[in-house]
DNA sequence: CGGGCCTTTGACTGGTTTCAACTTCTGTGG
DNA sequence: CCACAGAAGTTGAAACCAGTCAAAGGCCCG
């Protein structure tokens, strides 16, 4: 009898624990999609059920390679990495997600065909899964979604342009030069080698960088 | 007033003329369109005085580095390049447009500023233009479309991803032998010096390459 | 037929990688 | 809380992939 009321506790709490976890991601998330469209109340409750909250902790992975890209995510807290390994073992990150980004493979996702790539939390983060049928509901039930989703993705669109302007136009040393005058935070909070990966050389020549400049 | 009628009949003539050019556009975005939404046969008379069609020549400019990119662009026939030209004078490359492809510079178009991008016929072609505005206005009235551009702004997101991926995974040699495997026809419907500028190389090493192979 | 643009070829250069050895940092178990 | 092992970062030498420059040949279009 104790035992069980012990059970019931614990599971209460579990389950505020999620409550909350689950509020502070959708509140970020509400605020992000209320920058592109406006949604009603009536809107808002719709929406609600479609996503679930995820707790994750530094290293573990939402998706590995070879696997089909199971959902679409939104950060909501902490930095995600979107990487793969090449024949030689050498591993190559094509995009990280920090606070209000959206991440997914999205070839593998459309397709449902497996993914190449990892999708890893580097710190302990929080995250909101939509997953690919759900979504796929969750646009029929709410469409002003439609849009949403549209501006994100045509966004995303501009980003990857440029993205890849950068890698064709400067050599490593100016897109590193580039890249830490931009965003220095992140470069502080990232280790060197998965920077010296997302810029698309070896760690130590980031090393050798470094030296230079001081 | 013989003047006149020929004048009336030239005029004719030209309204006859882009009247076909433009039938055969809507005709291939309509059956684009119907491969991601159906759309009812009112919603086809809603969404057709939105868009104009234009035929253009060989290097003919869509728009050029230093405009606000004015429109996003589908492409009925022809193919095009979206480039930009570095420090040194030299072009690259960074995305090509054929049948049935969106074409844009989606940063400068969201955000209302210069491109560092030129938009440019490599021959004679056939293309949509839907002018941000219009874009904007054709969505509010047409609201399934959103669905339409958002499911085309995710797949460009995938094949942006793999492209990201195969630059940094591969090496000059492999990404040429890789991109001539998967587009031949392609591959000799295009200058060299130009599927270099898009592989990230120079013409001199795509030809060696190509000695190579021989 | 001529001029300019595209492609080819070769010699030289340099930015970046590779490899290996060493140092510093970090986190985990005793 | 310290010790220690493994991970991350640093440094230098040698090798290499691809770029640069220049000169010559081919080809297309006016």
């Known amino acids: ?5 012990i059970q019931f506790i614990i599971l209460s709490f579990d389950l505020f624990l999620y409550y909350r976890l689950y509020l502070s991601c959708m509140y970020s998330l509400l605020q992000h999609i209320q920058r592109f469209v406006s949604l009603t109340e009536e809107e808002i409750q719709l929406l609600t059920p479609y996503f679930t909250a995820k707790q994750t902790e530094k290293k573990e992975y939402l998706f590995k390679e ?4 199971p959902a679409n995510y939104f950060v909501s807290k902490g930095c995600y990495r979107l990487y793969f390994v090449n024949e030689k073992g050498v591993e190559n990150i094509v995009q990280f997600a920090i606070e209000n980004w959206w991440i997914a493979d999205y070839m593998s996702l ?15 983060g929080e995250l909101l899964v939509l997953e690919k049928q759900v979504q796929e509901e969750l646009l029929g039930k709410v469409s002003k979604l439609e849009r949403y989703f549209r501006i994100i993705a045509q966004r995303a669109n501009g980003a990857a342009q440029v993205r890849i302007k950068y890698i064709s136009e400067l050599s490593g040393e100016e897109r590193y030069v580039q890249f830490a005058a931009s965003f220095p935070e992140f470069v502080q909070r990232i280790p060197q080698y998965m920077l010296a990966s ?10 050798k960088l470094r030296a230079k400049k001081r």
Do not use: D, H, N, R
């Open 1 to 5: 009898m104790v035992k069980l009321a």
């Open 110 to 124: 459309e397709k449902q065909i497996p993914s190449p790539f990892s999708l890893q939390s580097l710190e302990t």
């Open 198 to 207: 997302y810029l698309g050389f070896t760690p130590e020549f980031l090393s």
């Open 66 to 69: 070879g696997q089909i890209c």
